[in-house]
């Protein structure tokens, strides 16, 4: 059917199932943000504690905590996937991007595994920014394109900071462009609904 057959009736229900359908998939992506959010800020402090408060050789093992919260993405997506019979074009982007990012990290990870870790964090800020950035461009949510900023400013900061203190930046980065922008997007489909 073409859009010159519709009326104008019909042509405003189609963009207003268009739109409640982007509006569900929005409140699914807050779901990511939250567990990502909430797990890495965790792991990030948790780091910081292990490496300058207790002087623990193998602080960085506190990042065995993201392998539980990798299966429980993997699972829960393939779930959403199977329910959700229709796609929308954000959703297929959100998808791209994250699995981009994912991927990213991995490959910046064995870097630093080989040259050392020094100054990573920065660049793994410099990460959750670029994925918050475009998520809110492509979502058309401020907070998460706010939070991007925000981080890439924090990686800059990261900089110059001693490594001990650095993964205290990347907490602060995961709450300005994963939880915060995570809790709001969730209370807007809440209001919405």
Known sequence: MSTQSLSPEESLRVIQTMINKTRQQISGQSHYFLVWGWCTLAACVGQFLLMTVFHSPR?????????????????????????NKVRTYAADNMSYLWTGVGISFFVVSVIFM????????????????????????????????????????????????????????????????????????????????
């Open 59 to 83: 602080h960085y093992l506190v990042w065995l905590i993201t392998i539980p919260c990798a299966i429980y993405t993997i699972w829960f997506s393939s779930r959403e996937e199977k329910k």
């Open 114 to 193: 080989k040259i050392g870790w020094f100054n990573c964090y920065p660049f793994y800020i410099m990460f959750y920014g670029l994925g918050s950035f475009v998520s809110g461009r492509i979502l058309r949510f401020t907070p998460l394109v706010v939070g991007g900023i925000i981080n890439w400013a924090l990686a800059l900061a990261a900089i110059w900071a001693p490594f001990g203190y650095q993964p205290l930046f990347a907490a602060a980065a995961l709450l300005f462009s994963y939880i915060i922008p995570g809790h709001l997007l969730r209370s807007s489909q809440r209001e919405s609904a």
